[in-house]
């Protein structure tokens, strides 16, 4: 559904992506991993229409993104649970879900989809109607993933959605990403956990420095001599 | 130094609450552009004088009530505030060039008053300037009534529009985070028009108040920021009932001042307040 090919991106003058491409297909999850600031984050959010790409191509279903603004970015079924979450500290949890279906599309069935995500995440449901900076860090990452989850998306990206979290919650984090996968969303999962990511995957890429350096199945790039290096390069001799 | 009676406080206190309501609802729009869209709009000023002349010339040589007379202002200023917002954002200007910017226009709207109604005091002798409303031992004067009125309807209403509309939410999440609120779909460029558009309506309105109460000359543009910051500082940028509430205790710390002491240490108040607030909560813009 998601294609992706030669894309450049620059912060300013500096590139940060040189020449990505990458596809996904329905319903696969994919994983994309990749040293700290290999790329990974500015990938995401050019998908998201966060952040512009300099050039190249993007099309989600044969569908142009390029040419797209960024607040239109999510009628092609994308969602973004954004790195560091990012939440909207002031408003409550509730008010965080209901932009999540800001759209009119997703608005009307957005009760249904509020308790959707408290069956996912029972936590979150005794915090509707708190500050969502009064949670802890798990309970914010659920809510940036029901938040996501609310746009009823085809195409879910997750930025390090295991970032700071406990192992408990981190094995429960997961937990909630296989039951979407299963549910038919097609999921971008970037992780500094690799052995995870690998093992939830259908595919992954390994981006290093702005580029892709290493894509196929999770277990063809699990073995790459690549990933090896990009994480233990610098202590293995 | 003789205290002055128990009556005379009550009306320094009532006419500070409405000096108050005006400072609230110059600041109203002010606050909204200045949180919401992190412009720092001091033609704000400028066109609530625009908005003040223009009614005194359709009520005074018109003959047209002035109260009548936005029906006119309304869409007028939300439109002029919409053209003002369209043009900045062209430049995508820091909060303090944007301060620059609307200092610059600020002058040119002064000019332009100076050139039409020339620099001499003009004064609105409407239908309510004469009526005084007396309750209790107390002279209610209408015009500052009627501000007032429209203050507090106009701050309550945008804080309940802000709290529980799709389009208030839209508008605080785009103030916290843009970039991700346009990921889920908010435009925030149409938005920000929207919010200078309300802004622009809300200098209208503060100047048919203006019109209705006070004697106005092009300079006198200057004489309300200072005191109208301080509202918007304390009241809390970007909230829809901080200044109304910051407003009337500083209008009502000054008419007291007044009374007490004299009426050169009035301006003072609002000052120190500022002052105060801004040492005590180092960090908040
Ligand atoms: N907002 C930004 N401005 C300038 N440079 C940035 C910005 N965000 C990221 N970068 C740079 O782009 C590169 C990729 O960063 P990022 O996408 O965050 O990597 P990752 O998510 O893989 O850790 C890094 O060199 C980083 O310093
Ligand atoms: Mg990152």
């Known amino acids: ?237 | 130094m003789t205290l002055p009676s128990a009556t005379l406080l009550a009306q320094s206190a009532l006419s500070g609450i409405f000096i108050g309501s005006l400072y609230g609802l110059l600041g109203l729009g002010l606050s909204l552009s200045w949180g919401l869209l992190h412009v720092i709009n001091l033609a704000h000023f400028a066109f609530a004088f625009l908005a003040a002349y223009l009614c005194y010339q359709l009520a005074s040589v018109g003959g047209v009530d002035p109260l009548l007379t936005l029906v006119l202002i309304v869409p007028l200023f939300a439109a002029l505030g919409i053209a003002v917002q369209w043009l900045l954002a062209r430049f995508s200007l820091s909060p303090l060039n944007s301060l620059l910017a609307t200092f610059g226009l600020t002058a040119i709207v002064e000019a332009g008053i100076q050139g039409y109604w020339t620099a001499d005091f003009r004064k609105l002798e409407s239908v309510y300037a004469g009526e005084k409303l007396r309750i209790g031992g107390l002279f209610v004067p209408i015009p500052e009534l009627i501000t007032l009125a429209l203050a507090v309807a106009l701050s309550f209403g945008i804080y309940a529009a802000m709290r529980h509309t799709r389009l208030g939410r839209a508008l605080r999440a785009l103030a916290e985070d843009a970039p991700i609120a346009a990921a889920f779909g908010i435009n925030a460029q149409a938005h920000a028009l929207a919010i200078a558009g309300v802004s622009g309506a809300l200098a209208g309105i503060a100047g048919v108040c203006l019109a209705l109460s006070f004697t106005l000359t092009p300079s006198s543009i200057y004489a309300w920021v200072g005191v109208v910051f301080a509202a918007v500082m304390l009241g809390g940028l970007g909230s829809a009932l901080g200044p109304l509430f910051a407003g009337a205790a500083i209008g009502v710390s000054e008419a007291v001042t007044m009374a007490v002491a004299s009426p050169s240490w009035a301006p003072i108040v609002s000052f120190t307040l500022l002052i105060a607030l801004l040492l005590l909560r180092p960090g908040r813009t």
């Not at chain 1, 690998?198 to 196929?216: F, S």
């Open chain 1, 1 to 237: 559904m998601l294609e992706v090919r030669g894309l450049c991106v620059r912060y300013g003058a500096a590139p940060a992506l040189w020449n990505v491409s990458l596809t996904i297909g329905d319903g696969e999850l994919v994983s994309l991993v990749g040293p700290n600031g290999a790329g990974k984050t500015t990938l995401v959010n050019a998908i998201a229409g966060v952040h512009k790409p300099a050039s190249g191509q993007m099309t989600i279903d044969g569908r142009d993104l390029m040419a797209l603004p960024a607040h239109r970015f999510c009628e092609s079924g994308i969602a973004l649970v954004p790195e560091g979450r990012r939440l909207f500290a002031r408003m409550s949890v509730r008010e965080n879900l209901e932009i999540g279906a800001y759209r009119v599309a997703a608005r009307i069935e957005r009760e249904a989809a509020i308790e959707g995500v408290c069956a996912l995440f029972p936590a979150v449901r005794d915090k509707l109607d708190h500050p969502a900076a009064s949670l802890s860090g798990g309970q914010q990452q659920m809510v940036a993933i029901g938040r996501a989850l609310m746009a009823k998306p085809r195409l879910l990206l997750l930025d390090e959605p295991s970032l700071g979290l406990s192992p408990l919650m981190v094995h429960a984090m997961f937990g909630a990403i296989r039951d979407v996968h299963a549910a038919g969303t097609a999921v971008l999962l970037v992780e500094q956990n690799v052995a995870m990511a690998l093992d939830i995957a259908d595919r992954a890429y390994l981006l290093e420095e702005g580029r892709i350096v290493a894509k196929g199945a999770a277990s063809d790039v699990r073995d790459h001599p690549d990933l090896r290096r990009a994480y233990l390069g610098a202590t293995e001799q």
